[in-house]
């Protein structure tokens, strides 16, 4: 599970709003980068390394993969990070924008509990159990074997590409609403942190957010039990596996492709894998 236990350090710095990678030569070529935060460190890390040879200066900021399409669309940024696919009413919403989707990356979304549900025996969860938390009509960890403690649902934003590609999965609708919800997250930083302060919580997260204080369960769905490793990812047996994307409007040209080239070529596939997600080579 090491590989899935890489949340480096360096993420703090990524999430600050506007940052400056590293000390580069001001041209006036700038790439703006937004959205994702599961994206995030891909895009900035990947940044680091391209600015060494590429007089252009990259800045890379969060918000969600619901604000990078937005903000791609509406010309606030060059690219847009995005940890799931343009929705249909964006799709509609955004049409003279003219979206296109560039995948850079594999992930999946794991249903994560506080270490000491998992240690307590809570490790399997079936798909009705989790709707059934999410909803408010099951709230002690009791009732699905666990200890006699009441349940801390923590969840996301609504327009967080890991909210809506978990959502859909449990309940088969991205922007379902959760009235068990007792607290709603950001950044996968800000839930993770959460969910390790809790000693009995459940919420969602990238699969390489994984840690000794964060454990993923194992889902049930029809008579199958579905793990979050690499291999069921890379050959895409779990079954919330996602893209990590970067979004453009229109063909992507100059300095703007030749990032996502990068990022999609060797060097940046090899920093997709050292952050923890599968790269989309490998596919």
């Given at each position: 599970m090491?590989r899935?236990q890489?949340?480096?350090?360096?993420?703090i710095l990524c999430?600050?709003?506007?940052?400056?990678l590293?000390?580069?030569?001001?041209?006036?070529l700038?790439?703006?980068i937004?959205?994702?935060?599961?994206?995030?460190?891909v895009?900035?890390?990947s940044?680091?390394?391209?600015?060494?040879?590429?007089k252009v200066?990259?800045?890379?900021?969060?918000?969600?993969?619901?604000?990078g399409i937005h903000?791609?669309?509406?010309s606030?940024?060059?690219?847009?990070?995005?940890?799931r696919?343009?929705?249909?009413?964006?799709?509609?919403?955004?049409e003279?924008?003219?979206?296109?989707?560039?995948?850079?990356?594999?992930?999946?979304?794991a249903?994560?509990?506080?270490?000491?549900?998992y240690?307590?025996?809570?490790?399997?969860?079936?798909?009705?159990e989790?709707?059934?938390?999410?909803?408010?009509?099951?709230?002690?960890?009791?009732e699905?074997?666990?200890p006699?403690?009441?349940?801390?649902?923590?969840?996301?934003e609504?327009?967080r590409?890991?909210?809506h590609v978990?959502?859909?999965?449990?309940?088969?609708n991205a922007?379902q609403?959760?009235p068990?919800t007792?607290?709603?997250?950001?950044?996968?930083?800000?839930?993770?942190t959460?969910?390790?302060?809790?000693d009995?919580?459940?919420?969602?997260?990238?699969?390489?957010?994984?840690?000794?204080?964060?454990?993923?369960?194992?889902?049930?769905?029809?008579?199958?039990e579905?793990?979050?490793?690499?291999?069921a990812?890379?050959?895409?047996?779990?079954p919330i596996?996602?893209?990590?994307?970067?979004?453009?409007?229109?063909?992507?040209?100059?300095?703007?492709?030749a990032?996502?080239?990068?990022?999609?070529?060797?060097?940046?596939?090899?920093?997709?894998?050292?952050s923890?997600?599968i790269p989309?080579?490998?596919?």
């Open positions: 090491a899935y890489r949340v480096w350090a360096g993420l999430l600050m709003v506007g940052f400056p590293e000390t580069v030569a001001d041209t006036g700038r790439v703006q937004v959205g994702s935060t599961t994206v995030l460190p895009a900035s890390r940044a680091q390394k391209f600015m060494q040879s590429s200066r990259i800045i890379a900021n969060a918000g969600g993969s619901g604000v903000s791609v669309a509406q606030r940024a060059d690219i847009g990070m995005a940890s696919e343009i929705s249909p009413d964006e799709k509609i919403r955004f003279k924008s003219n979206l296109i989707t560039h995948p850079v990356g594999l992930d999946a979304v249903c994560m509990v506080s270490a000491e549900i240690q307590a025996g809570v490790r399997h969860l079936t798909r009705r989790i709707a059934g938390i999410y909803m408010g009509k099951i709230r002690n960890w009791k699905v074997g666990g006699d403690r009441e349940i801390v649902v923590i969840d996301k609504r327009h590409g890991t909210r978990f959502m859909n999965y449990i309940f088969g922007l609403r959760t068990g007792l607290l709603v997250t950001g950044s996968n930083n800000e839930e993770q959460k969910i390790a302060q809790s009995s919580a459940i919420g969602m997260l990238s699969f390489a957010w994984i840690n000794e204080q964060v454990k993923a369960v194992t889902l049930r769905d029809q008579g199958k579905y793990l979050p490793t690499w291999k990812v890379q050959q895409r047996e779990y596996v996602r893209k990590l994307n970067f979004i453009t409007a229109g063909e992507p040209r100059g300095e703007v492709k990032f996502i080239d990068f990022v999609k070529g060797p060097e940046g596939q090899k920093i997709i894998e050292e923890g997600y989309i080579g490998g596919n």
